[in-house]
């Protein structure tokens, strides 16, 4: 914008600038404004360059209104984008409140992971030691292991040895057994009207001298006979004892404790009535024991095992003693009656022979 020359040296006269408006029109209004109210009325400037004044002014207005409007645009714009920016600030506010309880809780979850963590070094730890010490007792069970195995088949072996020493023995035992050793050691004989036992005849016969020594002795090997099947059997007698002395045998009272013998001093000796009625007792006392052990086993042991008799004769035994009766004949001691008391006295051979046979199946039941 330039001023003709009439109103220049007139602004140059009032304000000391020609040029003063020449680039800025409100710079010119500015002067104007701070100039006085008498210099301002004392401007008279032509039309043209009022108009032009004017037209700038109009023009620097309507650009300062675009300004304005671009300035209000911006404005709003700025306003949302705050708004915008409020609207994201309190969203990132609220995450960053979300956020921070996050972090809390994933602090508070680090922390017990971490915890976790040094207890699981811990117990890795401990079962690191652990493991050492079940490896080094594996090691030294491993040894026992071999050591035990190496017992084991030293056992195996003593195992098959003693097996093979059992089987060894067990042969001897059946060979053993097979042995009949109360036939073995007591031979009866029942042939002739005399019975006899190991060779030693057992009564008396007129026409047959039979000394009282050798009489004794056959007492004798009775009284051993009956208590070695007593005690293959465990039977204990009611009111007798057994006393085994060789030819000196002889049945003692078991409440009085009196010795009944068995025996009768040899020839040339005065014999005594006592010494007889003793000697009587004695053989009725013999017999009595032998019934016990022919009834404990024809009515109580051999009844409760049929299936062991094969021998018919072992069912009962073949003669009946009834107090000092055999079969009718007594047992006692008589000078007259020498024949009849000697088959008395082989009838209780002939019994005893049958416990000999009950004993040897007895034993081989048991």
């Known amino acids: 914008m330039t001023l003709c020359r009439e109103c220049k040296e007139q602004t140059k006269a009032l304000f000391g600038s020609e040029n003063i408006i020449d680039d800025d029109i409100f710079e010119l209004l500015a002067v104007l404004e701070e100039s006085s109210e008498s210099q301002v009325e004392q401007l008279q400037l032509c039309n043209n360059c009022m108009g032009l004044?004017?037209?700038?002014?109009?023009?620097?207005?309507?650009?300062?209104?675009?300004?304005?409007?671009m300035y209000n645009d911006r404005s709003k714009a700025l306003n949302t984008m705050f708004e915008e920016c409020t609207e994201s600030l309190s969203d990132m506010e609220n995450e960053?409140?979300?956020?921070?309880?996050?972090?809390?809780?994933?602090?508070?979850?680090?922390?017990?992971?971490?915890?976790?963590?040094?207890?699981?070094?811990?117990?890795?730890?401990?079962?690191?030691?652990?493991?050492?010490?079940l490896l080094e007792r594996e090691e030294t069970m491993w040894k026992q292991f071999s050591e035990l195995?190496?017992?084991?088949?030293?056992?195996?072996?003593?195992?098959?040895?003693?097996?093979?020493?059992?089987?060894f023995l067990q042969e001897k035992i059946e060979i053993l057994g097979s042995v009949d050793v109360l036939q073995?050691?007591?031979?009866?004989?029942?042939?002739?009207?005399?019975?006899?036992?190991?060779?030693?005849?057992?009564?008396?016969?007129?026409?047959?001298?039979?000394?009282?020594?050798?009489?004794?002795?056959?007492?004798?090997?009775?009284?051993?006979?009956?208590?070695?099947?007593?005690?293959?059997?465990h039977f204990v007698f009611a009111k007798y004892q057994l006393h085994v002395s060789g030819s000196r045998s002889g049945i003692v009272l078991s409440d009085s404790g009196k010795l009944l013998p068995l025996f009768l001093a040899s020839e040339?000796?005065?014999?005594?009535?006592?010494?007889?009625?003793?000697?009587?007792?004695?053989?009725?006392?013999?017999?009595?024991?032998?019934?016990?052990?022919?009834?404990?086993?024809?009515?109580y042991y051999f009844p409760s095992r049929p299936e062991s008799v094969t021998d018919p004769m072992l069912i009962n035994p073949p003669h009946i003693i009834l107090n000092e009766y055999i079969d009718g004949l007594s047992l006692r001691y008589t000078s007259t009656a020498s024949?009849?008391?000697?088959?008395?006295?082989?009838?209780?051979?002939?019994n005893m022979a049958y416990l000999q046979k009950s004993c040897v199946i007895y034993k081989r039941l048991k």
């Open 268 to 299: 040339g000796f005065i014999k005594p009535l006592f010494f007889k009625r003793n000697f009587s007792d004695a053989i009725v006392g013999l017999a009595d024991c032998v019934r016990q052990l022919c009834v404990h086993f024809s009515e």
């Open 149 to 167: 195995e190496t017992t084991g088949y030293q056992l195996q072996e003593d195992v098959y040895d003693i097996s093979h020493h059992n089987r």
């Open 96 to 133: 960053l409140s979300t956020m921070k309880e996050s972090q809390f809780e994933k602090e508070s979850e680090f922390n017990r992971l971490r915890q976790l963590e040094v207890n699981h070094i811990v117990r890795h730890q401990k079962l690191k030691k652990e493991a050492a010490a």
């Open 339 to 350: 024949e009849a008391w000697t088959g008395a006295l082989a009838k209780l051979l002939e």
């Open 53 to 69: 004044i004017q037209s700038e002014l109009t023009n620097s207005i309507s650009e300062v209104k675009n300004e304005i409007a």
């Open 184 to 233: 073995d050691a007591f031979h009866i004989d029942l042939i002739g009207y005399i019975g006899s036992i190991n060779g030693l005849r057992l009564g008396r016969l007129s026409n047959v001298d039979v000394s009282w020594t050798e009489l004794n002795s056959a007492f004798g090997q009775c009284v051993l006979l009956l208590w070695a099947v007593s005690e293959c059997t």
